[in-house]
C-alpha cells in the first residue's frame, strides 16, 4: 500500500493536509450556497486541492521549458492552462503574460475595430432613414 505523505504543525504534530484549513474554510464560506462545513468535508476539500496543484504543477514541469534548467515557471503554467484540454478551464486564472505595449496596440486596434463597426452601423441606420 503507498505511503501517505504528511506534513508537520507548528507543535510537531503530523498533518494530513498542508494547506491551512481556516483560509479554506472562509473561501468555501464566501459562497452564498454554504451555509455549514462538515470538518469531514473541510479536510477532503483541502486534499483534493493539494492533489491537483500538484498535479498541475508535476504536468506542467514535465512538459514545460523550464524541465532543463529544473525550474517551474509561470509561463510553463500558462501555457499548460491553454494548452492541455483538462486545464482549459485555468486560462482566465493564468493568461499567458504580455508586455503592456503589445496590450495597449491590443486595446487600440480592438478600439478602431468597434469604431469601424459603429461607424458602419451608422451609415445603415442613415441610409434606412433615407428610404
Known amino acids: 500500500m503507498a505511503e501517505v505523505v ?52 508535476t504536468y506542467s514541469y514535465r512538459h514545460g521549458s523550464g524541465k532543463e534548467k529544473k525550474v517551474l515557471t509561470y509561463s ?7 494548452e492541455s484540454e483538462t486545464f482549459q478551464f485555468l486560462t482566465d486564472i493564468l493568461p499567458k503574460k504580455i508586455l503592456a505595449s503589445k496590450y495597449l496596440k491590443m486595446l487600440k486596434e480592438e478600439k ?3 469604431d469601424e463597426e459603429n461607424d458602419n452601423d451608422n451609415e445603415r441606420d442613415h441610409d434606412e432613414a433615407e428610404s
Not at 510553463?76 to 491553454?82: F, Y
Open 6 to 57: 504528511v506534513g508537520k504543525d507548528k507543535c510537531g504534530e503530523q498533518r494530513i493536509v498542508s494547506l491551512p484549513l481556516s483560509r479554506i474554510r472562509v473561501i468555501m464560506k464566501s459562497s452564498p450556497e454554504v451555509s455549514s462545513i462538515n470538518q469531514e468535508a473541510l479536510v477532503l476539500t483541502a486534499k483534493a486541492t493539494e492533489l491537483f496543484v500538484q498535479y498541475l504543477a
Open 76 to 82: 510553463d503554467l500558462a501555457n499548460t492552462a491553454e
Open 112 to 114: 478602431g475595430e468597434e
